[in-house]
Structures are given as C-alpha cells and as structure tokens.
C-alpha cells in the first residue's frame, strides 16, 4: 500500500518548498535567479515568469527550462549532483517516474526513501578501474615516447642516406652522359653496318662450349667461391640480424616494464647494460612526470644514441653499403665479367702507359683526352710509326658495355633513392605513421590469436592471414588499404582502426576483408577475432602507440580530478 500511495501526484505544499534550482546543472547555477520584478526569465529568452512558477509542476517554457526539477515539461533535462561519483543528466519525464535510474546513484530523481544511494559504491568501482586505466596509460604512453624517439633517429638517418644518393646520382648521371657522348663517337666513327657484322661475328665466335671453357680457369672458379661464401654470409647476416631483433624487443620490454625498487641487482644489471650497449637513456629519466619525452629531450636523446661512425679502412663497406649494395653484388652477371676480362686481356694496345694515364687524371678531363689520344693513335698510325688497329668494333663494344653498366648502376641509385623518399615520406606525413612516426616501429610486427580452429595473423602495414591450427591452407584475409576511412589524420579516432581488403575470395563468397579495431594498451596483442558478416573480420587488439599522455602529468600541482 505504501508503494502505491509513493507514486501518487506529489501533494501541492509539497511542491510549494521546491527549491527552484532543483535539478539544475551546476553550470547553469547562475542563471536560476530572480531578476528585480521577481520574475525570471526562460533560458531560450522567449518568456518571462513568476519566479515561484520556476518547479512549480507546470510547464510554462517552451523549452522546459522552468521545470529542471519536476517531469512537467517533456523536453526538460534534471541533474543527478551523484556526490561520491560523477554527476548525470536524465530527461525531466523520467523523473518520479517510481524506477531509479541507474545514471542517478543517489536517488535524487525520485522521491526521498524510494531509492538507495549508491553513489560511493558505484564511485569506488569507478575510480578503481579508472586508475587501472590510467595506470596503463602512463606505461603505454612510456613505451610511445621510446616509439617517437625510434622515428626520430629513423629520420635522421634517412635524411643523411638521402643526401648521399641525391650526391651519388648527380654523379652517376654526369658519368652516363660522358660514357653515352663516348660510345656515339665510337659509331659515328665507325660504319654501322662494319660493326655490326663484326658484333655479329664476335657473338658466333663465342659458343657455349668456349664459354664453358673459360668457366673452367682458376679465375672464375675462385669467384664463384667468393660468391657463395658472400651469399652464406649474407643468410647468417640476416639470422642474426632476426634474432638481435627479436633479443631487442625482449630487453625493451624488460627495460621498460621492470620495477626500479625491487632490488634483483641481475635484473638492474642486465637493464643498465642493455641501456649502454644500445646507446639509451635510463627509462627513469624519459618522459618525466609520465608524460611523453619533449622535443629538447628527444633531440638530445637521439644525439646520445647517434653511435660514433667508425673509421673503416680504403675500400671496405659500411653498414649501409652492405644494406644496399651486397644484393647487386651478388647479382653479378660473372659470364659477362669473365668475356669482359678476355677482351681486356687481348687488347695489348691500351696497357702502354699513354693509354694508363687515363686512370690519373680527373674526370672532369677524361673526354677531353679520350679525343686527344684518339688524334694522336690515329697520327702515329697515319706515319707508320705504330702498326694499325683493326678494332673499332671492339673499341664501341666496350664503349656500350660500359655505357650500360653506368645506365643500370644509374637505375639502382634512383631506385634507391625513390624508396628512401617513399619512407621518408611516410614518416613526415600524419597518414601513414602517425603524428610523431609512432607507429615506424610497428611497421612489418606480427600479431597473432587463436580462435577456435584457426590462427588469426596481423602484420601490421602488411597483410592478414587465416591458418589452420592443425595444417591447411593459409588464407590472405587482405593487405593493408588505410587507416579509418572516418576519420582524419591526427585525430586520435584516426589510428583506432586499420582496413585490410582484398583478401582471398571464400567459396561462392565476397573477397575476405578485416577491420583492426585497436586501443591503448602496454602490450601490442590481439584480443579477440569476430566474423561480423561472411567473410568480413573485425580483430580487436591493443597498441602502445595509442597510449598519449595523461592530461595533466606533463603540469605543476595536483592531476586534474573528475567531478566527485
């Protein structure tokens, strides 16, 4: 019986002691005043009324403002003050409504003893989970600034490697000019249908039995020796280059996870000396305050970890002429080289020392003396001084070949310096990497999750794949395609999600798609895979890279607190 008599009209004395700032927002307290006539006037400004009209249980705004407290008007809003947790707006009309609202812990909505106040309980859990989340924020936002630094030193190194391909093709299409002017002086001076049978001749003297032959000579057997043991070299290179990775990402993650105040002096050993060798600073001292590292920090930090530049000795590579030289090397054509050394052999002309002196003199002077030498052979043949040379055809021959190795090592350098711009770029740009690069370490991290009977892979900026756990065919579910095509680069919603599209088609079905769906998060791990629709995947995981800073951790004083 009581229960029914609590959800009757409230009786009109009651109504009458109404606070008339009942219900309002905190932030529209000073516009619930009387003005001098008494009155008050609505929020829109389209009426004036008594102010003891103001939670009178009638509407007379039209937009509701004079009834905040009471479920007279059905577009009024009432406010939940919830002390002990954060405070809510409900609509006026679910206002003694006899049902406590769950944004309403303290009961407010409805009358006194109706409904139990929660407030400090539902506040507990609240901030509870809330430290936990900010916890994780502050530890992915340290890992962040370790990602940011990364870009930086990423991106000074491109920019040294840049400028030093812009300087080698600058040369090397000055050289292709010289060899090209070179060769059509050779033609010109030579008829063409002469030298083309006398190629032709050359090329038909040189059967596959010769060729076999010259394969058989100490020289060439010597070089395929050295070829093999660099193409050995080259697969420990990159073993070890895998497996200092992967021992880098293991003493990162122990360097930036570990507790300073345990005193496990194995633990504080192996990290000081993971910062030496790899030229870092002490995790303590980045980011201070929890925040992510400053620009004078970070510039500082990459000077720090810019290693010394070794003095190699004449002829030996640096680290960056094995990253993009070997595979050329390697790629040597030797039966070419093998022809190249015959001829070079054969031609006893050019081993005089007029002909060397070519090899001292500067290249700006080449051409010049190219010709010069030419009119003085051609003068002592002319007199009977030296006997004749009946090779032009050879002498063109050379010219082209020469010609075509400096046009190829031209589109090598090109090539080279086409992708150097092309990552550059992205690490500039807020589309690709992100606002600070963040993301150039992840770029080629793989990801995985079982769910069910498969084996989900994510490779960030790669591909996405489906394997069976128990063998089968690998699926393709899509290559990379964008970040959230709903939102614009540098917006935080931006990078929250990746597509991947184009996948390997299903049976009698679309092309297999995927949506990563990400969140801060210490670790960089997949959570959880959902097949929303046929052949449509949507992967949840988690990164570091979305984890920036705590609002309020990089200020003097006290954090900023939500309302309680």
């Not at 008494?38 to 007379?60: H, M, P, Q, Y």
């Not at 935080?492 to 991947?500: D, R």
């Amino acid at each position: 019986m009581l229960t029914w008599l609590l959800l009757l009209p409230l009786p009109l004395p009651v109504l009458a002691g109404l606070d008339q700032t009942y219900g309002v927002r905190p932030d529209l307290l000073p516009k619930y005043v009387p003005l001098k006539s008494n009155t008050w006037r609505c929020l829109d400004g389209s009426k004036e009324i008594a102010w003891n009209a103001v939670n009178n249980d009638f509407c007379d705004c039209p937009d509701g403002s004079d009834e905040p407290g009471t479920s007279a008007c059905a577009n009024g809003v009432f406010y939940c003050h919830n002390t002990g947790h954060i405070g809510a707006s409900i609509p006026s009309s679910r206002v003694n409504d006899g049902l406590c609202e769950p944004e309403c812990c303290d009961g407010s909505d409805e009358r006194p003893g109706v409904c139990r106040n929660t407030c400090k309980e539902i506040g507990d859990a609240f901030r509870k989970k809330r430290e936990e989340e900010l916890r994780i924020q502050r530890t992915g936002s340290k890992i962040r600034s370790t990602y940011i630094a990364f870009a930086q030193k990423e991106k000074k190194r491109l920019e040294k490697e840049l400028d030093a391909l812009s300087d080698q093709l600058e040369d090397q299409e000055k050289e292709v000019e010289r060899l090209r002017g070179k060769w059509l002086a050779r033609i010109h001076a030579y008829p063409m249908t002469t030298f083309l049978k006398d190629i032709a001749q050359r090329a038909e003297s040189l059967t596959a039995a010769a060729i076999q032959l010259r394969k058989q000579s100490p020289l060439y057997e010597n070089l395929m020796k050295h070829f093999y043991a660099l193409k050995s070299l080259q697969r420990e290179y990159k073993k070890l280059q895998t497996r200092e990775k992967a021992l880098g990402d293991i003493l990162d993650t122990l360097r930036i996870t570990y507790n300073p105040n345990y005193q496990d002096m194995a633990v504080l050993e192996a990290v000081r000396g993971w910062e030496q060798l790899a030229q870092l600073p002490h995790i303590n001292d980045v980011g201070k305050g929890d925040g992510e590292v400053t620009s004078d920090e970070q510039s500082s930090e990459t000077e720090e970890a810019t290693e010394e530049e070794e003095v190699l000795e004449e002829g030996m590579w640096s680290s960056m002429d094995l990253e993009l030289n070997l595979d050329p090397l390697l790629a040597t054509d030797y039966e070419s080289l093998l022809l190249a050394h015959d001829e070079h052999m054969d031609s006893s002309a050019e081993t005089s020392a007029l002909f060397n002196i070519a090899h001292y003199i500067p290249d700006a002077f080449i051409s010049q003396f190219e010709d010069l030498k030419e009119t003085f052979v051609s003068w002592l043949q002319k007199f009977g001084i030296i006997p004749a040379q009946s090779r032009p055809a050879s002498d063109s021959s050379r010219a082209h070949q020469a010609l075509t190795a400096a046009e190829n090592e031209l589109k090598k350098i090109q090539n080279q310096h086409d992708t150097g711009e092309d990552e550059y770029t992205k690490l500039t740009e807020k589309n690709y990497f992100g606002t600070r690069g963040e993301w150039k370490k992840l770029d080629g991290t793989c990801l995985e999750t079982t769910s069910g009977e498969y084996i989900y892979e994510v490779c960030l900026f790669k591909e996405a794949k489906q394997k069976p756990v128990n063998g089968g065919a690998t699926y393709s579910l899509g290559k990379f395609s964008s970040w959230n095509p709903n939102a614009q680069p540098g917006e935080p919603a931006y990078y929250q999600k990746q597509m991947y599209k184009h996948g390997a088609r299903c049976w009698n079905g679309p092309e297999r798609n995927v949506v990563l769906v990400l969140s801060c998060g210490t670790e960089n791990k997949i959570s959880s895979v959902v097949e929303l629709e046929k052949c449509e995947y949507q992967i949840t995981g988690t990164s570091p890279a979305l984890c920036l800073p705590v609002e309020g951790d990089d200020k003097k004083g006290p954090s900023p607190r939500q309302e309680l």
